[in-house]
């Protein structure tokens, strides 16, 4: 079997972000997952084309990934996509967990573009009501009757 190596990878995932913009169907974002030696997920950033914030294109591979193996998790898998992660792909990273992460551009390159999200990991480090879109507690009776039924619950998946 012939194995490619990190580069040919990246040089998909940069080729689908190309295409992308291209076709015009959304941002200049490509990624995609790789396990075995096979592509397993594709995904290029459909925000605007899918009416979807959240159609990053690592979602969007993740997703595409997560769905052929039938698994929420991408253990063995690695992640080539054409620019460092945004903090909301970076999330679905950690949650999804693969091996590894090779990015392209970085995220200057990204913010010199039009697509800087420096201001969200700003956000992060400030306390919820210095926030630029309130977060405020609010606790009714009761709140923690979801989390109790969790942790006593014998049929569940953890994860
Ligand atoms: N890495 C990455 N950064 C983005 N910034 C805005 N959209 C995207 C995307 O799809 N991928």
Not at 133 to 155: C, G, K, T, V
Request: with cysteine.
């Amino acid at each position: 079997m012939m194995l490619y190596g990190h580069e040919y990878w990246m040089k998909m995932a940069i080729d689908e972000a190309f295409r992308n913009v291209q076709q015009a169907e959304g941002g200049p974002f490509g990624a995609i997952v790789v396990k075995d030696g096979k592509v397993i997920g594709k995904g290029r950033n459909l925000v605007t084309t899918l009416n979807d914030p959240t159609a990053h294109a690592e979602v969007q591979a993740i997703r595409e990934a997560c769905n052929h193996l039938q698994s929420f998790q991408l253990t063995g898998c690695v992640i080539y996509t054409s620019c460092e992660p945004c903090p909301m792909c970076l999330g679905a990273i950690y949650w999804s967990r693969p091996d590894a992460v090779y990015y392209a551009s970085t995220k200057k390159d990204a913010a010199n573009i039009g697509f800087d999200d420096h201001f969200i990991y700003e956000e992060i480090e400030k306390p919820m009501d210095q926030r630029s879109i309130p977060m405020r507690l609010l606790q009714p009776a009761d709140y923690l009757l979801p989390f109790q039924a969790w942790s006593s619950a014998e049929r569940k998946i953890e994860y």
